[in-house]
């Protein structure tokens, strides 16, 4: 089974990001947290997580939410977004150690690939 940590600050984004994973991947399950310590823990676990998705919000933020993430599971796959299509912010996160970027604005089957 599919496991996925849904990570942001607002539940209701966080509720429709594992909502949107369970649909396109039957069964698949998700963990949220509220902030990246909180995820960083829960990765730290015993839960076998597949994916983090984690949101990011401003390019001075963004090394200080992954980096905790990467530590904490290095060879967990990381796909950041945001609810701006930034180029700026996605060469931050990229660099800062997520495999993707997607922007919330962006259709549904992009995030299928």
Do not use: H, N, Y
């Amino acid at each position: 089974m599919l496991k996925v940590l849904v990570i942001g600050a607002q539940p209701i984004v966080r509720d429709a990001w594992g909502r949107l994973v369970a649909q396109l991947e039957e069964g698949a399950a998700w963990l949220d947290a509220e902030d990246a310590a909180t995820g960083a823990a829960l990765l730290a676990g015993p839960d076998e997580v597949a994916l983090v998705i984690v949101e990011v919000r401003a390019q001075s933020d963004v090394t200080a939410v992954i980096e905790p993430l990467r530590a904490a599971r290095p060879a967990c796959p990381l796909l950041a977004v945001a609810a701006e299509d930034d180029a700026a912010l996605a060469r931050a996160a990229l660099g800062a150690g997520a495999r993707g970027f997607v922007s919330t604005r962006a259709p549904l089957p992009v995030l299928r690939e």
